[in-house]
């Protein structure tokens, strides 16, 4: 018997944001190219370590920071800095829900994220699509 009242969490699912995030590391990711980094599940918050001398773009799709001349746009991305002599740059914790982040342009990011209970699925649109991939002001 189908129990309709027991509802999974989804991206609305407030209590899943006001309980500590499930630690996530990713460390020494070459972004040369655009590289994408998927998350096990929907973040609560995420925070990008740039720790070389070049910028570093930051999206939420491949066509957000990919100007190559292969893919079109490549103008949807924000900027963590190159390092100056001792000090590493890094984002501010942000406050995103995303399964997944865009990088390009340093060959030696870390990424770290706090994770909700949320599976990256419950991002996708009625299509099947996941909802930032190709909207408006992501790429």
Request: proline share 3%.
């Amino acid at each position: 018997m189908a129990q309709s009242w027991k509802m999974d969490v989804g991206i609305n699912h407030v209590g899943a944001y006001q309980v500590s995030g499930k630690p996530f590391a990713q460390g020494g990711i070459d972004a040369t190219n655009a590289t994408k980094v998927s998350f096990p599940y929907v973040t609560r918050w995420i925070y990008i370590v740039n720790r070389t001398g070049e910028d570093v773009k930051v999206g939420f799709s491949e066509a957000g920071v990919r100007d190559d001349g292969v893919m079109a746009g490549g103008s949807e991305y924000f900027i963590v800095s190159r390092k100056n002599s001792d000090a590493r740059f890094a984002s501010a914790r942000l406050e995103l829900k995303v399964s997944e982040l865009w990088l390009s342009g340093s060959a030696l990011v870390d990424v770290c994220a706090g994770l909700t209970s949320i599976p990256t699925n419950r991002t996708s649109m009625g299509d099947g699509l996941p909802s930032w991939s190709g909207s408006a002001g992501v790429g």
